[in-house]
């Protein structure tokens, strides 16, 4: 039970942070598909910092350090999805799809790229950051914990003051419901939406690191995020753009990801004689059973993936 519980508690703060990155983005007014894509930089920037960097460094200095620098590689490959969206009015769900394939083949490109240079007989994808990650984990009374866990329960906290108890907040979801009005009153509509999607950039990027880091030392780019980025944006959707909602819903989805690794600890599991891809299939297949039945009462912001023109007021 305690493998099951650590687990939940990991892949929930994934989806947790990656959903809040697209929940921000959305009540801009901009559809960030492109999250996939945007986990996969971020946790190429992550773990190519950690490779560079001491296992020996102390816990606190290692999280900072590979945290700044995931957020920052996922914030600077969101502004392809901003100059895009924002300045060019270019359709918001073809650049977030261009997004994820241009990431994951970027990334091994990459990767392969950095390996054949330290070994011209190394064509791997994959990079190494063994004893550095330890950094990230820690124990309480026998249970294994995660930083990062610790990390997303303040982020929620921070996402639900900032969208519902500050000005910004206001400013940012009112340009994602009625742009003109925003701008009537002297809101600058693009530096908000911009302001958006970079939030949705880091916070996606932070995800990626966490993602990859999660009980393995190595991670092949060319794998991808394995379908994360559109888990979150399923429980985005299901937590109704709500960050308190969209948390419930990240450990519902983060359960059924977990069981998929710990499922053979469990004999009653084991004893049904389910193959092991249906486990790892049941978090997709809930996520489409979900937004089945949910899909038709969700209120997304209206002004949603529609270009903001100053002109049309």
């Keep these: 039970m305690a493998i099951l519980i650590s687990y939940t508690l990991i892949f929930a703060a994934i989806l947790l942070l990656v959903a809040l990155g697209g929940c921000f983005s959305e009540h801009s007014g901009v559809i960030n598909i492109g999250l996939e894509g945007i986990m996969v930089i971020g946790a190429l920037g992550g773990a190519l910092i950690m490779q560079v960097l001491s296992p020996e460094l102390p816990a606190i200095f290692m999280i900072l ?3 700044v620098i995931s957020m920052l590689s996922g914030m600077i490959y969101s502004l392809l999805l901003a100059v895009a969206a924002i300045n060019f009015s270019a359709d918001q769900t073809l650049v977030g799809t261009a997004m994820n394939m241009l990431a994951t083949a970027g990334a091994t490109v990459i990767v392969r790229a950095i390996n054949s240079a330290a070994d011209a007989s190394n064509v791997s994808s994959a990079l190494r950051y063994g004893k550095q990650k330890d950094a990230f984990g820690f124990d309480i009374a026998g249970f294994s914990f995660n930083w990062f866990v610790v990390i997303t329960v303040i982020i929620l906290i921070a996402a639900n003051i900032v969208l519902y108890k500050t ?3 206001l400013r940012l979801r009112a ?4 742009p ?3 701008d009537s009153v002297g809101i600058n509509v693009y530096l908000m939406r911009y302001a ?3 939030i949705s950039g880091a916070l996606g990027g932070l995800g990626g690191i966490v993602y990859i880091t999660t009980g393995v030392s190595e991670w092949k ?3 991808g995020v394995a379908g994360f980025g559109f888990l979150a944006l399923a429980v985005m959707i299901f937590g109704q753009w709500k960050p308190t909602r969209i948390a419930l819903a990240a450990l519902l989805f983060g359960l059924f990801r977990s069981l998929s690794n710990v499922y053979v600890a469990f004999d009653s599991l084991v004893s049904l004689g389910i193959p092991s891809y249906v486990y790892n299939m049941m978090p997709y297949i809930v996520s489409l059973v979900v937004l089945a039945l949910t899909s038709g009462k969700s209120r997304a912001p209206k002004a ?3 270009p903001y023109d100053k002109s049309m007021r």
Excluded: N, T
Aim: aromatic share 14%.
């Design 175 to 178: 340009c994602g419901e009625h």
């Design 196 to 198: 958006g999607v970079l």
């Design 167 to 169: 000005k910004f907040g």
């Design 304 to 306: 949603e993936g529609i």
């Design 221 to 223: 780019f060319e794998y």
């Design 65 to 67: 350090i590979v945290m």
């Design 180 to 182: 003109q009005a925003a």
